[in-house]
């Protein structure tokens, strides 16, 4: 199972970024999907999640209204839009998938059976 990451960059404050996860290896409309980053020095931090079929989504309080997760499952690919960044929300994000046996409401990222390697966002002031 491969999770690969990509979109990432430098942007300044207010500017827009488009991450993608490409998964491969398998069944991808069995897995919830979601992302998470993680700052240098901080703790991994729950961004977004998205139900297997689309019906759920979940966000963090800090980027509700600027973040938008989605997917497509006949592409094998989650992504999450990013608006109006902000310097804090500069860390390494990483996408990760997690059977639909699991619930998807969750913030924890216990019970994600694979990761991505990340990409790295850095949003300048």
């Known amino acids: 199972v491969q999770l690969v990451e990509s979109g990432g960059g430098l942007v300044q404050a207010g500017g827009s970024l488009r991450l993608s996860c490409a998964a491969s290896?398998?069944?991808?409309?069995?897995?919830?999907m979601a992302w998470f980053r993680q700052a240098p020095g901080k703790e991994r931090e729950f961004v977004a999640a998205?139900?297997?079929?689309?019906?759920?989504?979940y966000y963090a309080d800090s980027v509700k209204g600027r973040f938008t997760i989605s997917r497509d499952n006949a592409e094998n690919t989650v992504y999450l839009q990013m608006n109006s960044l902000e310097p804090e929300d500069t860390a390494v994000y990483c996408c990760?998938?997690?059977?639909?046996?699991?619930?998807?409401?969750?913030?924890?990222?216990?019970?994600?059976?694979?990761w991505g390697q990340g990409t790295q966002v850095t949003v300048s002031s």
């Open positions: 990760a998938a997690k059977t639909l046996t699991m619930q998807v409401s969750t913030t924890s990222a216990h019970g994600y059976n694979y």
């Open positions: 290896g398998l069944t991808f409309s069995y897995y919830h």
């Open positions: 998205i139900a297997w079929n689309g019906g759920r989504i």
